[in-house]
Structure formats: structure tokens, C-alpha cells
């Protein structure tokens, strides 16, 4: 494994050490949810580079492209279950929510971002496994 590979690997983990404390804060404080489902992207995000940065050499820093490419990259994986596939794309719109919604209150329930951690926590698994 890469040195860069292996950073973004380590980013994925702190993701998801902070969107675990995040769900369990939400049973509290269910505008956590919104910080559990962000981090749960973004711990997506990481282990998506390290992919693309161990198979191709190369480090992409716009979303869409570490979207695009990585979905390239696992298309006909076996060890990426269908649904994994797509969960980058479909939990940026995480992001977008925790990052840029002015709305009070969030769409994003606590029962929902507990579901996105552990799409997360599955995806890292599964890109992990991937890379020697």
C-alpha cells in the first residue's frame, strides 16, 4: 500500500470515529444527525481516493471526479456490493445538507445518518480490502 493510499485510509477511520460519536449524540441531539451523515460521506470520500490513488497514481480533488472515477474503478468489483457502489454519490447529498441547507430543522433523521455510518463503515471495509 502507498504512503497516500494508506493517509486517506486513516482520514476514512477518523470519519468514522467522528460520525459514530455523532449518531450516538443524535439520540440526544437529533440535529447531530446531520454531522453523523457528513462525516459518514466523507469518511466514503477518503477511502474512495486511496482507491483511485493506489490504481491509478492519481489524487483528484474535485468531488464529482473522485465520484466518477471511483465508481469506474469498482464497476465490476465483486468484493463492492452493488448499493456500496453508489453510496458516494448519493451521500454527498449529505454534505450538501450539513454544509450549505439554512433550513431549521434537518432532513436528515438520526435513524437515517445511523444507516449512512454504516453504509460508510462498509464501503471503507470493502476499499480496504481492495488495496494490497
Same mark, same amino acid.
Given at each position: 500500500? *502507498? =504512503?497516500?493510499?494508506?493517509?486517506?485510509?486513516? %482520514?476514512?477511520?477518523?470519519?468514522?470515529? %467522528?460520525? %459514530?460519536?455523532?449518531?450516538?449524540?443524535?439520540? @440526544?441531539? =437529533? !440535529?447531530?444527525?446531520?454531522?453523523?451523515?457528513?462525516?459518514? +460521506? +466523507?469518511?466514503? /470520500? &477518503?477511502?474512495?481516493?486511496? !482507491?483511485? /490513488?493506489?490504481?491509478?497514481? @492519481?489524487? &483528484?480533488?474535485? &468531488?464529482?471526479?473522485?465520484?466518477? !472515477? /471511483?465508481? @469506474?474503478?469498482?464497476? *465490476?468489483?465483486?468484493?463492492?456490493?452493488?448499493?456500496?457502489? *453508489? /453510496?458516494? $454519490?448519493?451521500? +454527498?447529498?449529505?454534505?450538501?445538507?450539513?454544509? +450549505?441547507?439554512?433550513?431549521?430543522?434537518? =432532513?436528515?433523521?438520526?435513524?437515517?445518518?445511523?444507516?449512512?455510518?454504516?453504509?460508510?463503515?462498509?464501503?471503507?471495509?470493502? $476499499?480496504?480490502? !481492495?488495496?494490497?
Amino acid at each position: 500500500m *502507498t =504512503p497516500e493510499a494508506k493517509a486517506h485510509l486513516d %482520514r476514512a477511520d477518523v470519519f468514522l470515529i %467522528r460520525a %459514530r460519536i455523532d449518531v450516538a449524540a443524535a439520540a @440526544q441531539e =437529533p !440535529l447531530m444527525a446531520e454531522d453523523a451523515a457528513r462525516n459518514a +460521506y +466523507y469518511a466514503a /470520500f &477518503h477511502a474512495a481516493k486511496a !482507491l483511485i /490513488f493506489e490504481r491509478t497514481g @492519481q489524487t &483528484h480533488k474535485s &468531488h464529482g471526479g473522485v465520484h466518477k !472515477l /471511483f465508481i @469506474q474503478l469498482v464497476r *465490476t468489483e465483486p468484493g463492492i456490493a452493488p448499493g456500496l457502489r *453508489t /453510496f458516494l $454519490t448519493r451521500a +454527498y447529498d449529505f454534505k450538501r445538507i450539513a454544509d +450549505y441547507d439554512v433550513d431549521i430543522g434537518s =432532513p436528515i433523521s438520526p435513524r437515517r445518518a445511523a444507516e449512512a455510518v454504516m453504509e460508510a463503515e462498509d464501503l471503507v471495509a470493502a $476499499t480496504r480490502a !481492495l488495496i494490497p
